[in-house]
T-cell receptor
């Protein structure tokens, strides 16, 4: 069953703690992306990676970090430096040379 | 960088009527314009897209038009049905050999009423 798996679906953390969101894909897509979604603000790009062991900052990278050690995996760490981490986080993939972004089901992070 | 504005933020129509959502973009180098549909609690799904070398594209009840000169593009849904109720996002990007960084609009909540 091909697709993108984001886990967990809901995540609660205390303020000041780092938290890592998982994104796994078996579509064999080269590019992977992390977006943040807030009410009324659409989707904003956090980080993206086009190949293994390489990634670039998006528009709102401050307070986040990523790694791309395997083609299938692109975890996102929300650090304590992120001022307002509560949001819906979406992972997406795209095949090389393609244009369509395929999205996971998202992780809703709540920091209390 | 690119900036995409989307209107309206909410749209309510009667079943069977048409719905139109409009977007404008700022970067004249953008050449790819997709539309995504997001249902509650799920990730967005591509419903239609258009490239800058095409003025209009249709897929059954959905159509997208692009005016490059004015830098705006629109989504048209005809004969709306309750299952069309969702949030719709437009986006724009400059497709190069090195990936496709999408800039999204702020979304339109479409409600189709019976």
């Amino acid at each position: 069953d091909g697709g993108i798996t984001q886990s967990p679906k809901y995540l609660f953390r205390k303020e000041g703690q780092n938290v890592t969101l998982s994104c796994e894909q078996n579509l064999n897509h080269d590019a992977m992306y992390w977006y943040r979604q807030d009410p009324g603000q659409g989707l904003r790009l956090i980080y993206y990676s086009q190949i293994v062991n390489d990634f670039q900052k998006g528009d709102i990278a401050e307070g986040y970090s990523v790694s791309r050690e395997k083609k299938e995996s692109f975890p996102l760490t929300v650090t304590s430096a992120q001022k307002n981490p509560t949001a819906f986080y979406l992972c997406a993939t795209e095949k090389q040379g393609g244009t369509e972004a395929f999205f996971g089901q998202g992780t809703r992070l709540t920091v209390v | 960088g690119e900036n995409v504005e989307q209107h309206p933020s909410t749209l309510s129509v009667q079943e069977g009527d048409s719905a139109v959502i409009k977007c404008t973009y700022s970067d004249s180098a953008s050449n790819y314009f997709p539309w995504y549909k997001q249902e509650l609690g799920k990730g967005p799904q591509l419903i239609i897209d258009i490239r800058s070398n095409v003025g209009e594209k249709k897929d059954q009840r959905i159509a997208v038009t692009l005016n490059k000169t004015a830098k705006h593009f629109s989504l048209h849904i005809t004969e709306t049905q309750p299952e069309d109720s969702a949030v719709y996002f437009c986006a724009a990007s400059r497709v190069t050999g090195g990936g496709n960084k999408l800039t999204f609009g702020t979304g339109t909540q479409l409600k189709v009423e019976l």
